[in-house]
């Protein structure tokens, strides 16, 4: 009894908890409130869906995704939104939820592919800036991509158009270069660019795809802890065929315990790797290093210290099991060719959607009266167990999404509203077959508490196997399905479950408490259990004694008593022979019996008249 | 329904007083099942549904917080901006207007945007504009159909098991994807657009329904659970006792179900207009009630016809109408026959409470 009531109260003391410790404020966007986090389409904003192709048809694995998504979430965060939700919807679509209203160029900006790119480093510095970048206003035209993402962050000087002339001095001097990791390639514009890049800028680090390959290309570390300028690229990602984790080997075959990444080059790939790493490996430090540029941004810049010639590289260093495996991930999702093309853009404004919200809730508040009003009628005193449950249950349903949008990011949208709405249907029908069951019983003769005890047993049944139909239902939708669907099995999953919970936890402890008050136990005509409404049968009390209504016709017989009494006669047959003799005493089966046959009789033979 | 009312012809149901011939007339409920399933698809074929925009892609731009709604200003603004284009326009609540055009590009849709707060007298951020493509739609529903494919495949795997009668999954399935037919039938017939809202109605339906004949099959179950050591009564019989005997339960919970959805319809159809809310509740209205009425009437006539065909229940049944013939041939009263047939469920010989009888420990 105490782990019951604890576990219902556990939920809202969590919530309290999370509350009280970890409010939701604006520089705690994830923190609980007391409030559960509504959808987009009831609070408003704009989401995109974006479907990820690839151009050669290959397939697009879960991890790809993931890294899809990461992309996706370091340009939006690093735009400056906060509160986006972004998350993979199917195999191949990812969702992407911005409160408020967004600009055409954000989207253009999400919806850039991603692109890996192997390049040379020609120089590394630390991350801050080494000149105030208005001071040098046309340093950042470096014919690359100063600063990743320029044409979103437009308003950072950084980011500015490089200009034709600058372009043209670029591909001038590599084009004078012996080979691109030559120093020569760095012109003015490049250093500039370089010495302003900081890239302590969160604007700086949200990536965007599109930088030219034939050009150099000055970029931050993907984490912002160094910048990069690197040489033109030499191998692209696509020619990646697979990159994998794993523990390397040692010197003589067997399996060290140092972690690191294995690349796979196909055909094409292995030929430019081979030139590239002949070509680095012998250079002094960090020109020997190549740079994996996911995204405009590097991943990482492994140096290289052998001339790869069969297209099978490792990069090893101070690797974890997990860096490793991040960084195998990046790149098998950066040596797919994917792009990402908009499949739908969707805005709601901020006043539609807390209209339908209002209105979604007025509606369920309606539901919910005309349910109070016609369980009250049904069911007379029981039906405020009906309420109280639906109460109870609706409370822990509010705390448990409440709680849900705090841990898991969970969003009320409207579908899910109009499943909570139909549910008050489902809750109640749990309570209306355990009613109906008591019922049962106390018309079996049953005193209430046995009946009670009885009727839950069979309830219990009945409700356990519906339930868990509805389990299945919401279960299977909810991993098979997409968008307003999955929100729609998820709220009918939890309200399902939280029934079950209230039926047993609540509901039936209650109805055992109340077997035991006299108003109930003794049938009251307001109780709704009254013997009145039930024709409960007689019930022997023992020495001779019944309880019941017809306590008090067994001593003063009346001739409509028997009216009243139970028989095993269908609508279409006979009438009721009475069960007290014309003296008065209560007859015996035979009796009763030999009455009964009289009257069939004669029923018969009036049928056969009319 | 004499002087308890409802109360007291509940208790006539479950004595079997009462009884209403659910399982005997079931030729009846199969013919109109079948008329009904058969309008359905002519319905669905000739008139077709009406797929909305998300299904046919293309701009959908919502003016709220207008005072004017008219819907001609809508069309002549578009007509204006974009010529050639069919616009669909719907009123959204008391002071929003819709509009839907086939794809524009991004300047049309500024554009229009502009020109249609221009129009309205509203400010263009009060117009949202919102574009899907074809496929949008079709892969959400593409992918529910799956699911709900799983789904039922589960569920009659689910009932074989618990009811140990695969017979009585079969009938249940059948009544489920009927009610779904008959609901959609409606949706088509009433003409209002299918949006993924709908969808998620009609994925409901399926759910109440399956659930709705999980109750009153597991109350036919109930009743026969001793059947074949017993003579007095047939599995069609006892079917039947549970249905009356379900019958005010059914009632009961259809009225509890269908009240918050009529709440739903009343608040999303006629004060907010199209939108989410009035695309599930007129599906789930229909959709609810006519999964309630086929548990009682397709469903557990369904399972009584199918069953009787199991070799063990055709036995049993020829035995019980034999001994009855007996019975009429010997001359028995005409009670005991009746008694017979009502069959209660609480006859069944050899039944011991055992320690069930005995008081119980309080907890």
């Known amino acids: 009894m105490l782990l019951t009531i604890l576990t219902i109260l556990l939920p809202f003391g969590a919530l309290l908890a999370g509350w009280q410790f970890d409010g939701k404020s604006n520089d705690n966007p994830d923190g609980a409130s007391l409030a559960p986090g509504l959808a987009l389409d009831l609070q408003g904003g704009t989401q995109v869906v974006l479907e990820a192709v690839t151009s050669d048809g290959s397939e697009i694995t879960p991890e790809a995704m993931e890294e899809a998504i990461g992309v996706i979430r370091q340009r939006v965060d690093a735009n400056g939104v906060t509160e986006a939700e972004i998350a993979s919807q199917g195999d191949d679509q990812i969702v992407v939820e911005i409160p408020g209203k967004v600009d055409p160029a954000t989207v253009a900006l999400i919806s850039q592919a991603a692109q890996m790119k192997f390049r040379p480093v020609l120089t590394i510095g630390s991350p801050v800036a080494t000149v105030q970048p208005s001071a040098s206003p046309s340093a950042s035209g470096d014919g690359a991509d100063a600063a990743a993402g320029d044409d979103a962050a437009a308003d950072d000087a950084a980011a500015a158009e490089p200009t034709k002339e600058e372009i043209a001095e670029q591909e001038k001097a590599i084009k004078a270069a012996t080979d691109p990791s030559d120093l020569a390639q760095i012109t003015p514009s490049v250093q500039a660019a370089f010495d302003a890049l900081d890239c302590t800028d969160p604007k700086n680090l949200q990536g965007g795809g599109g930088d030219n390959p034939n050009l150099l290309l000055v970029t931050c570390d993907q984490t912002g802890a160094a910048k990069y300028v690197l040489g033109p690229v030499e191998v692209d990602g696509t020619d990646l065929t697979s990159a994998t984790s794993g523990l390397q080997p040692g010197g003589n075959g067997a399996v060290s315990n140092v972690w690191g990444v294995n690349l796979d080059f196909n055909g094409e790939g292995t030929t430019k790797f081979r030139e590239t790493t002949t070509r680095l490996t012998p250079l002094e430090p960090p020109r020997n290093q190549f740079a994996i540029v996911l995204d405009g941004l590097v991943v990482s810049a492994p140096s290289s210290n052998a001339a790869i010639t069969n297209g099978q590289a490792s990069i090893s260093g101070s690797f974890t099991r997990d860096t490793a495996a991040t960084l195998a991930n990046q790149l098998s999702f950066g040596s797919l060719p994917l792009t990402f093309e908009v499949q739908g853009q969707n805005t709601i404004s901020a006043t539609l959607g807390s209209e339908q919200l209002q209105r979604g809730l007025f509606a369920g508040l309606i539901g919910l009266a005309l349910v109070v009003v016609y369980s009250l009628f049904q069911y007379r005193t029981l039906g405020l167990l009906t309420v109280l449950s639906l109460v109870v249950a609706g409370a822990m349903t509010y705390v448990v999404i409440a709680l849900l949008s705090w841990g898991m990011g969970y969003r009320l949208s409207l579908p899910g509203i109009a499943g909570l709405i139909v549910a008050i249907g489902f809750t109640a029908d749990s309570f209306i077959v355990y009613f109906e069951r008591i019922r049962d019983e106390l018309r079996d003769g049953r005193t209430l508490r046995l009946a009670v005890q009885r009727g839950w047993l069979r309830a219990r049944r009945t409700i356990y196997a519906a339930k868990a139909v509805n389990l299945l239902s919401a279960v299977i939708l909810y991993f098979m399905t997409v968008g307003g669907v999955r929100g729609f099995a998820f709220t009918l999953g939890l309200t399902t479950i939280i029934d079950v919970m209230v039926v047993i936890w609540f509901t039936h402890p209650v109805m055992e408490l109340l077997a035991k008050v006299p108003f109930f136990r003794d049938g009251h005509k307001a109780s709704g259990l009254s013997a009145d409404r039930l024709d409960v049968a007689p019930r022997y009390r023992g020495a001779g004694q019944f309880s019941g209504p017809q306590s008090a016709v067994a001593d003063a017989p009346v001739a409509d008593a028997p009216d009243r009494e139970r028989e095993l006669v269908s609508a279409q047959s006979v009438s009721k022979a009475p069960r007290v003799a014309e003296d008065g005493r209560r007859m015996t089966i035979a009796e009763r019996r030999a009455a009964e046959r009289k009257a069939a009789a004669e029923a018969a033979q009036n049928e056969e008249k009319h | 329904m004499a002087r308890g009312g409802f109360a007291q012809w509940g208790n006539d149901l479950y004595t079997g007083r009462r009884s209403y011939p659910i399982i005997q007339k079931r030729r009846v409920w199969f013919s109109i099942v079948g ?278 229940i055709a036995a049993h049944t020829k035995k019980v109408m034999d001994l009855r013939a007996g019975l009429v041939a010997e001359g028995a009263d005409e009670s005991m026959l009746a008694a017979a047939a009502s069959g209660s469920a609480q006859l069944v010989p050899g039944h011991h409470q055992g320690h069930t009888a005995q008081p119980k420990r309080r907890r």
Request: glycine share 8%; aromatic share 8%.
């Open chain 2, 35 to 312: 008329l009904f399933s058969v309008a359905s698809i002519l319905v669905l074929v000739f008139q077709g549904l009406n797929l909305g925009i998300d299904f046919r892609g293309g701009s959908e731009f919502t003016v709220s917080g207008t005072s004017n709604t008219d819907q001609d200003l809508a069309i002549d603004t578009v007509a204006e901006v974009v010529p050639g284009h069919e616009p669909h326009v719907t009123q959204v609540g008391p002071n929003g207007v819709r509009v839907q055009v086939s794809q524009l590009n991004n300047d049309q849709t500024t554009e229009l945007q502009n020109a249609l707060g221009e129009a309205y007298g509203v400010e263009p951020s009060e117009v949202t504009a919102n574009f899907i493509g074809p496929t949008w739609g079709q892969s959400v529903s593409m992918r529910a159909l799956w699911g709900t494919v799983v789904f039922v495949i589960a569920a009659a795997v689910f009932m074989a098991i618990y009811f140990r009668a695969w017979r009585m999954s079969v009938a249940a399935i059948v009544a489920m994807l009927l009610d779904v037919l008959v609901s959609a039938g409606v949706y088509a017939l009433i003409g209002w657009e299918v949006t993924p809202s709908t969808i998620i109605g009609f994925l409901t339906i399926l759910g109440f329904s399956l659930y709705d004949k999980m109750v009153v099959f597991d109350k036919v179950r109930e009743n026969s659970v001793a059947l074949t050591e017993q003579t007095r009564s047939t599995y069609a019989e006892r079917a039947n006792l549970a249905v009356n005997q379900t019958l005010v339960r059914s009632i009961n919970t259809s009225v509890v179900a269908l009240l918050p959805v009529a709440g739903i319809l009343f608040v999303g159809g006629f004060l907010l207009g199209a939108g989410t809310l009035k695309d599930i509740s007129l599906s789930l209205f229909v959709g609810i009630a006519v999964g309630a009425t086929s548990s009682i009437f397709l469903a557990t006539p369904l399972d009584v016809a199918l069953r009787e065909g199991e070799p063990k």
